[in-house]
């Protein structure tokens, strides 16, 4: 399987409201709930409106669209990285997943995967 590496850094955001611009930019996710709205995008790109945020965040997603029938793909990944004390911040999409790694431990989680199998790309 291979994985894409994006080269810009994430920051993990707590938001009042939804800046329009940003919907048009590329990976930015959004998550709303009853008790907050949530923001993952590139720390360019963190709005003023911002509440809490958490930087330093790097970013791979498994290349391709994953059928919804498959079954373990990110619990193998995230379950690797946590046996080597890596934790992640996971985001699925319609198509694939994404996966968040802080900054410090990034190249370590790809050397990891890289000696499991997976195809690496920057």
Same mark, same amino acid.
């Given at each position: 399987?291979?994985?894409?590496? =994006?080269?810009?850094?994430? /920051?993990?955001?707590?938001?009042?409201?939804? &800046?329009?611009?940003? *919907?048009?930019?590329?990976?930015? %996710?959004?998550?709303? /709930?009853?008790?907050?709205?949530?923001?993952?995008? &590139? /720390?360019?790109?963190?709005?003023?409106?911002?509440?809490?945020?958490?930087?330093?965040?790097?970013?791979?997603? =498994?290349?391709?669209?994953l059928?919804?029938?498959?079954?373990?793909? =990110?619990?193998? #990944?995230?379950?690797?990285?946590?046996?080597?004390?890596?934790? #992640? %911040?996971?985001l699925?999409?319609?198509?694939?997943?994404?996966? *968040?790694?802080?900054?410090?431990? %990034?190249?370590?989680?790809?050397?990891?995967?890289?000696?499991?199998?997976?195809?690496?790309?920057?």
């Amino acid at each position: 399987m291979r994985i894409l590496c =994006l080269s810009q850094d994430f /920051t993990v955001c707590q938001i009042s409201s939804v &800046p329009h611009e940003l *919907l048009e930019q590329e990976y930015t %996710f959004l998550a709303k /709930t009853k008790d907050e709205l949530s923001l993952v995008c &590139p /720390t360019a790109l963190v709005p003023k409106n911002t509440l809490q945020k958490e930087d330093n965040w790097r970013c791979f997603y =498994l290349d391709g669209v994953l059928d919804f029938s498959l079954v373990g793909i =990110l619990a193998k #990944i995230a379950a690797l990285l946590s046996e080597n004390g890596i934790s #992640i %911040f996971a985001l699925s999409t319609y198509n694939t997943d994404y996966v *968040l790694v802080k900054q410090e431990n %990034f190249r370590q989680a790809l050397n990891l995967l890289s000696q499991h199998g997976y195809e690496i790309q920057y």
